[in-house]
Every structure is written in C-alpha cells, then in structure tokens.
C-alpha cells in the first residue's frame, strides 16, 4: 500500500485552485496553532456496507383516496404521505440490513478496531505535520483548537474499496458550541487489485484495513482544514463520473482540482469529496498536473 511521506502539501494542493461555496478563510496556519481531536463517544469505529438505493429501485406506494368532500380528501392525502413514508423507510432499512452483510467476513477486524487505535494509527499523516492528540469528551480546552471528527467507514459489495464519510466541526479554543467550521468530507480510496480481497483486507489482524482507515481520516482533515483556510471562488458545475469500487457513479458539483486518477470536488449540497477517476477520462490542466505531485492518494500499491 502506498502511503504519502506528509499531509502539508496533500491539503494545499487539493484547494490550489480554490473552492467555491465555502466561507472566507476564518483559520490561520494549521501548524502554528496547539490543536486536539476529539472522537465519537462510541469506543469501536462505525462501518456499514456500501448500498445504492439507485438500482434498489424503492417503488411508491399508490392508493386511492375515497373522499367524500375536500377536508376528507386533505385527511386522505395526509394518510397516504404517512403510508408512504413508512413503507418507504421500512424497504431503506431492509436495504442497508443486506447491504450490511458484506461486513460479516470482517467482524473479527472491525468489531475490535477502536477509535483510539484509528487516531494513533492516523498520526503519521495528520495535516501539515501537526499531531492531533485526543481530547477527551466534553474536557475544557482554553487554549487548543479542538477538531470533533466522526468517521464512518463504508466498505463495498466487491470487498474492493472502503469508503470514509467523515463530519468534521473545527472549535476554536474555549468555544464549546460554536463552530469555527463545519462540513462532511467523503474519500473513496482507490480499488485493492487483489484476487481475494478480503484476505488481503484481514490478514495481520487487518492491518491493512486499520491503516487506509487511519489514511482516509488524515486526508479528510487535511482537506477540510485547507477547506477552512482558503477563500471562496466560482468553478462551473459539471458532471464527474468516478470509481467507487468497481462501480461507476456520477456526482454533479464544482471541481476543485482535478488529476489523471482523482477529484476532489464540491457536491450541490456543499460537501466535499475526494473520488478516484478512470486515468482516460480525466484531462488535467497544466495547473492540475502540477499540484497533483503533492495531491494526496488514496490507492494502494
């Protein structure tokens, strides 16, 4: 697996051309403040099966509304959005119970890995070279700069990929409810070539699966903190096709930089993402082309 020497130029080279959407610069340098991560309160890290609800195909729920004047028609109205809700969520969640299954394999890896253990394992790519000690919940910090990160890790039906969607809040020092930042940051890394993948995932007490965990939060955080940092601008919205395991996706939203194999980009609903591209469908300006030798990777090798 490939792993980058450092995370500093990662963020930097992610944001040189600079994101729209997203608030004026409101953090100095990373490196020259005192910072701390705090974890989620659940001991063990959060993982689910990849699940598309596109070709799930969830139906509507048709009724007819026997009423007998335009106030029973209303109430009829008001019982089938209530029906169809429920019958809709039922079918989401026997969606995600199946596509959970895929985690079954894992369950002597995933059951055991600790968020303490993801945090430590994080440290050899934390952003700009900072180190990130962990801050215990709810501890006072008059004079750190907290970063409250929830991870939650997504591996798909091919066993290929693992997925990281990860909400990040930025506290300046004292500040308990306040935000200084905000945002959920998705990195897809890129797919294991190997002929078993789950082997390749689990074998040395799944190393391999821990520490592309602990790589995809480092380049979150680097990516939200460049986030953070830089100055709006506009980029056109377009249509990126990318790689989440060996399925192609499309995501619509403003790129921010663009690779050969990679995009970082801005969804229509102001999050961020960090998604693998077909080498051929990518044709990356000069300007790209250079700020990819420090741009992060997510792949193995």
């Known amino acids: 697996m490939r792993m980058p020497p450092s995370r500093a130029a990662t963020a930097m080279a992610f944001l040189a051309l600079a994101a729209p959407v997203a608030p004026p610069a409101k953090l100095p340098e990373p490196a020259a403040l005192r910072w701390a991560m705090e974890l989620p309160a659940a001991q063990t890290v959060a993982f689910r099966g990849v699940v598309n609800f ?25 019982t089938h959005a ?30 055991t890995f600790a968020y303490a253990d993801l945090a430590e394992r994080s440290k050899p790519w934390a952003l700009t070279g ?27 039906q091919d066993q290929t990929t693992l997925v ?8 300046a020092p004292g500040e308990t409810k306040r935000t200084s930042y905000i945002n959920t940051v998705r990195v897809i890394a890129d797919a294991e070539a190997e002929p078993d993948p789950l082997g390749h995932w689990t ?21 939200a903190f460049a986030d953070a940092m830089v100055p709006a601008t506009e980029t056109a919205f377009r249509t990126v096709r990318y790689q989440e395991g060996n399925e192609e ?6 790129p921010i930089t663009e690779q050969c194999d990679r995009v970082l980009l801005r969804s229509l609903r102001g999050t961020l993402m960090s998604v693998p591209v ?8 000069q300007g790209a082309q250079t700020a990819a030798a420090a741009a992060p990777s997510s792949g193995g090798g």
Not at 55 to 74: D, F, T
Not at 143 to 154: I, K, Q
Request: aromatic share 4%; net charge neutral; glycine share 6%.
């Open 54 to 78: 596109d070709k799930a195909g969830i139906a509507p729920v048709s009724m007819m509304y026997p009423a007998p004047n335009p106030a029973g028609l209303l109430v009829a109205v008001l």
């Open 82 to 111: 209530a029906i169809s809700k429920g019958s809709r969520d039922a079918q989401k969640t026997k969606i995600e119970k199946e596509a959970d299954q895929v985690l079954e394999p894992f369950s002597g890896v995933i059951n």
């Open 130 to 156: 900072t180190q990130l000690p962990v801050l215990p919940r709810g501890a006072a910090h008059p004079d750190t700069w907290v970063v409250l990160v929830n991870p939650v890790y997504s591996i798909t």
């Open 164 to 171: 990281l969607d990860n909400t990040i809040a930025i506290y």
């Open 203 to 223: 074998a040395d007490s799944g190393a391999l699966l821990k520490d592309k965990s602990a790589h995809l939060l480092a380049e979150s955080l680097d990516i």
């Open 249 to 254: 996706r499309m995501e619509r939203g403003q």
């Open 278 to 285: 077909k080498k051929a469908d990518c044709a990356p300006s």
